[in-house]
T-cell receptor, first 115, second 116 residues
Framework: DSGVTQTPKHLITATGQRVTLRCSPR?????VYWYQQSLDQGLQFLIQ???????AKGNILERFSAQQFPDLHSELNLSSLELGDSALYFC??????????????FGPGTRLTVL | AQSVAQPEDQVNVAEGNPLTVKCTYS??????LFWYVQYPNRGLQFLLK??????LVKGSYGFEAEFNKSQTSFHLKKPSALVSDSALYFC??????????????FGKGTKLSVKP
């Protein structure tokens, strides 16, 4: 158990809908990262927050947004969902601002199915 | 371009035999390399990382990895495979430039199957 928690474990929704995925980092970790794992794209970095502020952005669609709250938990919001958004969404956390030597610890993921 | 390649989609090994899962990388500057393992319906678990120093890195569950700068490789190894090692293994490198600087670039993963 990495200490990173994600809810819900599974989410089934319809095209056009909006969902929110939640992540709680390991105790003491200030950085939260979101990744998407799909069969065709593999594991891709979406976005990183450090202590409430956005720090880095990867291949995140404009329909997706995220934030990190004062208690350091993070939420990933996915809107206008399409079939292709079906994937496993991982949250990871690390203790620092994402320094090169920092280890990221991953949560169990949220499996999103868009019908 | 920054990238990681795992040339084998699947590796099959008999229990008790040594295993190697291959990884090559391309990155500007010093490479910071990681191995993660993913069991079915689970998240990624950190195994080990190379930052600097000794080219042989020891990690969790008896795994180790050998960094080779001239061959830009970071192969994962274990002297004696267990059936419970069967899983999906990901190699990753820290991005050194671009909007996602500092974050992980993953290979496509290698499925390891250990037969009794």
């Amino acid at each position: 158990d990495s200490g990173v928690t994600q809810t819900p474990k599974h989410l089934i929704t319809a095209t056009g809908q909006r969902v929110t995925l939640r992540c709680s980092p390991r105790s003491g970790d200030l950085s939260v990262y979101w990744y998407q794992q799909s069969l065709d794209q593999g594991l891709q970095f979406l976005i990183q927050y450090y202590n409430g502020e956005e720090r880095a952005k990867g291949n995140i669609l404009e329909r997706f947004s995220a934030q990190q709250f004062p208690d350091l938990h993070s939420e990933l919001n996915l809107s206008s969902l399409e079939l292709g958004d079906s994937a496993l969404y991982f949250c990871a956390s690390s203790s620092r601002e994402g320094g090169y030597t920092d280890t990221q610890y991953f949560g169990p993921g949220t499996r999103l199915t868009v019908l | 371009a920054q990238s990681v390649a795992q040339p084998e989609d699947q590796v099959n090994v008999a229990e008790g035999n040594p295993l190697t899962v291959k990884c090559t990388y391309s990155v500007s500057g010093n490479p910071y390399l990681f191995w993660y393992v993913q069991y079915p319906n689970r998240g990624l678990q950190f195994l080990l990382k190379y930052i600097t120093g000794d080219n042989l890195v020891k990690g969790s569950y008896g795994f180790e990895a050998e960094f080779n700068k001239s061959q830009t490789s970071f192969h994962l190894k274990k002297p004696s495979a267990l059936v419970s090692d069967s899983a999906l293994y990901f190699c990753a490198v820290r991005a050194s430039y671009g909007g996602s600087q500092g974050n992980l670039i993953f290979g496509k993963g290698t499925k390891l199957s250990v037969k009794p």
